[in-house]
């Protein structure tokens, strides 16, 4: 928890000419942008644009290249919820098992549970709809109620940051718009999200929309300054749909066929 006294900072996380390299080649390069407490930012592009680099960078996975993170003081503790999520799946674990595994690096791996720490999750779990699947393994759950527990570990962790990777790419309806309703009730905690997504219903209602091609920034700002068809042309080309006399804008994307790396 912050102490009391310390001034409630007004940006989280300032990105100043962030670059990565793998090899020789540039991933991200030149990323200007602010993360603000209480808000969520989608960054969203083409695959291959640089999104999950983007992440793992923001959760100390990935040391830059170029620029820097300059992180408020105290740091905020980083929750990340990524997509090549699951080994977890292969071990005989209950849902509130894995919960709990967000308790851990509060209590460290050996103080055992307390009944607070059993309330909380059980709290969390509550608030994804899942509490009736607390006692089934995990591993044989559908995708959907699988992504809401590891939501439910990810809240788990009482973060000021909340990382998603995709978060809703081929979950049911019913999945989606709950983890969609539960990021926003975050952001409305005062946590920052940051999320990676195909959708662009999902990226219309975020505060901040950080679009990507080629690992560099199009543009930054809010949804209605980012999302414009000229400027989603130039990170899709012409797999943008934009109706002349105005209207919706969608991307013909290849959302689904991600998988990550190793997923
Ligand atoms: N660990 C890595 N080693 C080498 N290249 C990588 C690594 N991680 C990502 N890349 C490359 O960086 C680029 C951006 O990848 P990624 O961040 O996964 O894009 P996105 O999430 O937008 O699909 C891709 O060209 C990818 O191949
Ligand atoms: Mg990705």
Same mark, same amino acid.
């Given at each position: 928890?912050?102490?009391?006294?310390?001034?409630?900072?007004?940006?989280?996380?300032?990105?100043?000419?962030?670059?990565?390299?793998?090899? #020789?080649?540039?991933?991200?390069? *030149?990323?200007?942008?602010?993360?603000?407490? *209480?808000?969520?930012? %989608?960054? !969203?592009?083409?695959?291959? @644009?640089?999104?999950?680099?983007?992440?793992?960078?923001?959760?100390?996975?990935?040391?830059? @290249?170029?620029?820097?993170?300059?992180?408020?003081?105290?740091?905020?503790?980083?929750?990340?919820?990524?997509?090549?999520? #699951?080994?977890?799946?292969?071990?005989? &674990?209950? #849902?509130?098992?894995? !919960?709990?595994? *967000?308790?851990?690096?509060?209590?460290?791996?050996?103080?055992?549970?307390?009944?607070?720490?059993?309330?909380?999750?059980?709290?969390?779990?509550?608030?994804?709809? !899942?509490?009736?699947?607390?006692?089934?393994?995990?591993?044989?759950? @559908?995708?959907?109620?699988?992504?809401?527990?590891?939501?439910?570990?990810?809240?788990?962790?009482?973060?000021?940051?909340?990382?998603?990777?995709?978060? !809703?790419?081929?979950?049911?309806?019913?999945?989606? #718009?709950?983890?969609?309703?539960?990021?926003?009730?975050? %952001?409305?905690?005062?946590?920052?999200?940051? &999320?990676?997504?195909?959708?662009?219903?999902?990226?219309?209602?975020?505060?901040? +929309?950080?679009?990507?091609?080629?690992?560099?920034?199009?543009?930054?700002?809010?949804?209605?300054?980012?999302?414009?068809?000229?400027?989603?042309?130039? %990170?899709?080309?012409?797999? +943008?749909?934009?109706?002349?006399?105005?209207?919706?804008?969608?991307?013909?994307?290849?959302?689904?066929?991600?998988?990550?790396?190793?997923?």
């Amino acid at each position: 928890m912050v102490p009391p006294t310390s001034p409630h900072p007004t940006v989280l996380c300032r990105v100043r000419e962030l670059g990565i390299s793998f090899g #020789s080649r540039a991933a991200l390069r *030149g990323l200007n942008f602010a993360i603000q407490p *209480g808000t969520i930012t %989608a960054v !969203i592009g083409p695959n291959g @644009s640089g999104k999950t680099t983007l992440l793992d960078l923001l959760a100390g996975l990935q040391r830059p @290249s170029t620029g820097e993170l300059e992180w408020a003081d105290p740091q905020p503790p980083v929750a990340y919820l990524t997509q090549r999520h #699951s080994a977890v799946r292969w071990l005989p &674990l209950t #849902s509130a098992e894995v !919960i709990r595994m *967000g308790r851990y690096r509060m209590r460290g791996l050996l103080r055992p549970m307390g009944t607070a720490d059993r309330r909380f999750c059980r709290r969390v779990a509550e608030e994804l709809e !899942i509490g009736d699947l607390l006692h089934r393994q995990y591993g044989n759950l @559908s995708g959907g109620q699988q992504q809401r527990v590891l939501v439910a570990q990810m809240l788990a962790q009482e973060a000021r940051l909340i990382l998603l990777d995709e978060p !809703i790419t081929g979950l049911d309806l019913a999945s989606q #718009s709950r983890i969609v309703e539960i990021v926003r009730r975050q %952001a409305r905690a005062g946590v920052a999200a940051v &999320l990676t997504t195909h959708h662009l219903d999902e990226a219309r209602d975020a505060d901040q +929309v950080l679009l990507l091609s080629e690992g560099s920034l199009v543009a930054v700002g809010p949804p209605g300054e980012v999302l414009t068809s000229d400027n989603l042309r130039s %990170a899709y080309g012409d797999r +943008v749909l934009a109706p002349a006399g105005g209207g919706e804008i969608t991307v013909l994307d290849d959302h689904g066929h991600d998988h990550g790396p190793t997923g």
